[in-house]
T-cell receptor, first 113, second 113 residues
């Protein structure tokens, strides 16, 4: 069985602070894929990044960066210099053998002005 | 470019009523999915269809049926709605091959009284 744990239910920061969202996963597959999605207050789900199990390089995209560590089964997401528009629920997800996604319970990020 | 379209966006039902949620995608994707999102629980997979003509149960299939009408459309039916099925329902689709990100519709907010 696969499992994704996002232990941080809610995080609140002040604008311009850096914030890291944690994601820990469990899987028996040797090949797997990890994803992050953003769900703003409007409710839609927006794809942010995909990472495969063979690629442990960190990735940076503007103010967003992702740290994938197989040794600790973690795929953490950092927002640098947070902005109010970053306020959303962020989901980490893991692809299964039939390629369906197992989602974590999400982290509600609130960025205060 | 509509992507994934879900109808209706909102619905209120009485216990015992039946209803079909519609989903259509215009991206020529093979795989389609139905999830429900409940507070604090992330998204849970109800049913999925890896390709036209096939459907499989996900994590929480009880009380639901699905139909993959054609490559574009994947409907979710509640035969006898129960208050426990009050949720936000998301449909998603994905291209085949190396796990591509799933593209989500805007969701259907369903309340059962």
């Amino acid at each position: 069985a696969q499992k994704v744990t996002q232990a941080q239910t809610e995080i609140s920061v002040v604008e311009k602070e850096d914030v890291t969202l944690d994601c820990v996963y469990e899987t028996r597959d040797t090949t797997y894929y990890l994803f992050w999605y953003k769900q703003p207050p409007s409710g839609e789900l927006v794809f942010l990044i995909r990472r495969n199990s063979f690629d442990e390089q960190n990735e940076i995209s503007g103010r967003y960066s992702w740290n994938f560590q197989k040794s600790t089964s973690s795929f953490n997401f950092t927002i640098t210099a947070s902005q109010v528009v970053d306020s959303a629920v962020y989901f980490c997800a893991l692809s299964g053998p039939a390629r369906q996604l197992t989602f974590g319970s999400g982290t509600q990020l609130t960025v205060l002005p | 470019n509509a992507g994934v379209t879900q109808t209706p966006k909102f619905q209120v039902l009485k216990t015992g009523q039946s209803m079909t949620l519609q989903c259509a995608q215009d991206m020529n994707h093979n795989s389609m999915y139905w999830y429900r999102q409940d507070p604090g629980m992330g998204l849970r997979l109800i049913y999925y269809s890896a390709s036209e003509g096939t459907t499989d149960k996900g994590e929480v299939p009880n009380g639901y049926n699905v139909s993959r009408l054609n490559k574009r459309e994947f409907s979710l039916r509640l035969e006898s709605a129960a208050p426990s099925q009050t949720s936000v329902y998301f449909c998603a689709s994905r291209d085949q091959g190396v796990p591509q990100p799933q593209h989500f519709g805007d969701g259907t907010r369903l309340s059962i009284l």
